[in-house]
């Protein structure tokens, strides 16, 4: 439902998140924005690094790119970015990062309203101040992005969001399937050893390396070990250390094939990262290793998704390198208590009503 107040077509803006998961996470923002003004057009503004995901979004017109690498990058195309908006004709630009950039980006842009939260002394540059929830209990991100089109009289239409995969993509992640691991019945476990945030947040190759030897031995799976290009060396010590057992994949595909490579994959197991919320994204079971970050504010919600956590003291901490020097949070979680869970999604996945691939809720 959308306030009267709202004119119905004209153009939209949205700020996107600068990370990865957070973009997947800001999915139903962006399909609730679509329903809400079906007529619009609905415009992001995003980073290279997370632009090519936001392409796949069938909720959107179009994705604006704007900054690059180093500081005078970062401000990349900003200054074309109004002329490619449209100065001042906007009907809203909504702001889901919290930066005080943001709003001075958003402020840059024009338009009717600039809709964010009051964070980092920005209100001023806002027309629109929504005022940040509680941080105790602290909501789920995908909630804190909704929040953002209730406080400015939106009714959010959607609390998930499920992305469709586009048929070349698809058929691109199939043959890069077939060629690395073979194209028979066994069942695609996908491992994620790797996270940009920092490492902290990963689990031992070691550890990753047991699983697939597990993996391999008592479910059959073919396992496949997923990363970017910079984390090529660690997934090929994880297939070092599975003897044979997993195969890397690492640095072979792009964001924009990701969706579609992590539909095909039976079972995603990774860290709080970014393809662990892309898997999400596109319906494809998870299990979830948190350490240093809140499962309540991150983790996929979904009674197909699984959370492993080891409870300390200490956790969660929200520090890119664990501050006592021994990552107890991580290293605690033993690959055998990962490889049931695993297990258990597989045989799910093989029971009648599980939704097939590009189903499931909105």
């Known amino acids: 439902m959308v306030s009267a107040a709202w004119e119905k077509k004209g153009r939209h803006a949205v700020l996107a998140p600068s990370w990865i998961g957070d973009t997947a996470m800001a999915a139903p923002f962006f399909a609730s924005l679509r329903a809400a003004f079906p007529e619009a057009h609905i415009g992001a503004v ?20 704007v900054g690059g690498e180093g500081a005078r990058g970062r401000w990349g195309g900003a200054w074309s970015l109004r002329g490619r908006l449209g100065s001042g004709s906007a009907e809203a630009v909504w702001l889901l ?25 920005r209100g001023w540059l806002l027309s629109h101040v929504v ?18 089109l209730e406080g400015a009289g939106v009714r959010p239409a959607f609390r998930e969001a499920r992305l469709p995969v586009r048929a070349e993509d698809a058929r691109a992640a199939e043959r890069l399937l077939a060629e690395a691991c073979g194209a028979d019945s066994r069942p695609v476990v996908g491992l994620h050893p790797g996270a940009f945030f920092g ?3 990963t689990w031992p190759p070691e550890e990753f390396a047991s699983l697939a030897r597990r993996l391999a031995r008592e479910a059959g799976a073919r396992v496949v070990v997923l990363g970017g290009a910079g ?3 660690m997934a090929g010590r994880v297939c070092r250390e599975a003897g ?3 195969v890397s994949l690492a640095g072979r595909d792009d964001l924009k094939m990701l969706p579609a490579l992590l539909e095909r994959v039976g079972v995603l197991v990774a860290g709080d990262t970014g393809p662990l919320h892309v898997a999400a994204l596109v319906g494809t079971p998870t299990v979830a290793l948190f350490g240093p970050t809140d499962p309540r504010r991150t983790a996929p919600r979904s009674r197909h998704h699984r959370l492993i956590r080891q409870e300390l003291e200490c956790s969660p901490c929200f520090e890119r390198t664990c501050p006592l020097g021994h990552h107890r949070c991580m290293r605690e ?7 049931a869970e695993v297990m258990s999604l597989l045989a799910e996945r093989n029971r009648p009503g599980f939704p097939a691939r590009g189903d499931g809720d909105r």
């Open 97 to 121: 990062p919290n930066s005080f950039r943001a709003a001075l980006l958003a402020r840059w842009i024009g338009g009717r309203r600039r809709v964010g939260y009051a964070t980092e002394g």
């Open 333 to 339: 979680i033993g690959a055998e208590r990962v490889a």
């Open 244 to 246: 044979g057992a997993a």
């Open 231 to 233: 984390e090529r060396e």
């Open 131 to 148: 005022p940040p929830p509680p941080e105790s209990p602290p909501p789920h991100l995908v909630d804190y992005y909704l929040g953002i």
């Open 199 to 201: 490492e902290s947040k």
């Open 46 to 65: 995003a980073s290279p690094w997370t632009a090519g995901l936001l392409e796949g979004y069938p909720w959107l017109d179009a994705v604006h790119r």
